[in-house]
């Protein structure tokens, strides 16, 4: 075939469940014949390899290698060396393309604008259902559509499949995916995004997403691999001066993974990953830095008072009738921390009037604080955020209690809002 117009590169390892309707979506493009497709199987070991010699027997443009298992990232960087088309778009063997001119659509607005790197929409499938996960103009202050943006005026390190790359651009910048297993995708967009200088948004839907259809219950290897994938792409958006990109970015990393996947994954009990949590502390803690974080940056001490937390009211709770105080998300933690170790010590849960409270939380009754008036005996711990503490005080000073102790929940409220 003549110079292709783009070279599709596939990763692919055990995805023959969903590798076909991936494949048919790219033979089916308009404009097939200017495509070479290049698949590295890296080291399955399912029916990927037939369903590919199937699909190479019928077309000649594409080329198909095997490699020992090192990663999605080493299998593309592998394949880049072997690509002849003028523009490259990367793929994952469980997705696919939305309809059969969205790389044609893409690749002549790339040509028309002589645009370095051109992206579209991605939507994600769930089941049957689609929705948007990126839409033109959602990262940037202009919300540009159909336009180019700054490079250091955007805000998405994600999506890498959404883009065509100029050949010329991924060799002369010798832009690489990291060596992770995961996360190995963002410093690739990063550099992608600060060697274009800028990138053109299409507001035209370009790639489907499946999503939510196998395990994401990693190894503790692999979630170690991950923080290692967090840390070096928070260097290298502060190495670049990437500001508006990394306020973006550290929002999703810090607050919308890190502290559940460390909690949930015991990965405060493996000294490789405090290790690796230490160096992203120290990272985000530049005071340059500092103030694109909401959630506090010092991680590990956070973590750390988080667990002793539990063992306190654990304590508490065996050797005591309780009574939590609150009727909120910080008393429904601690009362999932509690019923972890004891259930008959719970007497029940107070709140000051009933008006507007629920009945039940989690099958435990919820009373005004007056009607345990006969169990003064109790150990009360007080579930609510701070600004409403001193009154209960108040209130519990009131009807006679006095053993009671407040409970800084909010460590357990962020855990139960991004857990995995």
Request: charged letters at 30%; a negative charge.
């Amino acid at each position: 075939m003549s110079k292709p117009w783009i070279s599709i590169i596939i990763a692919t390892y055990n995805a023959d469940e969903y590798l076909k309707q991936c494949l048919d979506s790219i033979v089916s493009q308009s404009i097939f014949e200017k495509i070479e497709l290049l698949i590295i199987d890296d080291g399955s070991t399912d029916g990927s390899s037939k369903i590919i010699s199937e699909y190479q027997n019928k077309y000649t443009n594409i080329v198909y290698q095997y490699q020992e298992n090192q990663g999605a990232g080493p299998a593309r960087n592998n394949a880049l060396e072997l690509v002849h088309g003028s523009f490259v778009a990367y793929m994952d063997a469980d997705d696919y393309y939305p309809d059969n001119t969205c790389l044609e659509d893409l690749y002549n607005v790339a040509v028309r604008e002589n645009a370095l790197m051109c992206g579209g929409n991605i939507k994600t499938i769930d089941n049957g259902v689609e929705k948007y996960r990126y839409k033109a103009g959602d990262m940037d202050d202009n919300h540009t559509q159909n336009g180019f943006i700054n490079s250091y005026e955007y805000g998405s390190a994600y999506g890498h499949t959404r883009y065509l790359y100029s050949l010329e651009l991924l060799k002369k910048n010798d832009i690489k995916y990291s060596k992770c297993k995961r996360y190995d995708d963002v410093i690739f967009v990063i550099d992608a995004i600060v060697s274009a200088k800028k990138i053109y948004e299409l507001d035209r839907d370009v790639y489907v997403v499946r999503v939510n259809h196998k395990s994401s219950d990693y190894s503790v290897y692999l979630w170690k691999d991950k923080l290692y994938g967090y840390r070096d792409a928070i260097a290298h958006l502060q190495q670049l001066d990437m500001q508006y990109l990394y306020q973006h970015t550290i929002t999703g990393i810090i607050e919308d993974r890190l502290f559940s996947v460390i909690v949930n994954k015991r990965l405060y009990e493996d000294e490789e990953a405090r290790r690796a949590i230490y160096e992203i502390e120290n990272l985000i803690s530049k005071p340059e830095w500092r103030e694109y974080l909401n959630r506090p940056n010092n991680i590990l001490e956070y973590i750390d008072s988080g667990l002793r937390l539990r063992e306190e009211l654990k304590s508490v709770a065996v050797i005591n009738k309780c009574i939590i105080y609150g009727a909120g998300n910080y008393a429904k933690q601690c009362l999932k921390i509690i019923s972890e170790y004891v259930d008959d010590n719970i007497l029940g849960i107070a709140v000051t009037e009933k008006k507007g409270n629920p009945d039940y939380i989690d099958k435990v009754k919820v009373r005004e604080i007056k009607e345990y008036i006969q169990n003064l005996d109790a150990y009360v711990i007080i579930a609510v955020s701070e600004k409403f503490r001193d009154g209960i005080v108040n209130e519990l000073n009131k009807y006679g209690f006095r053993k009671y102790k407040c409970f800084d929940m909010d460590f357990e409220d962020l855990i139960s809002r991004y857990s995995v």
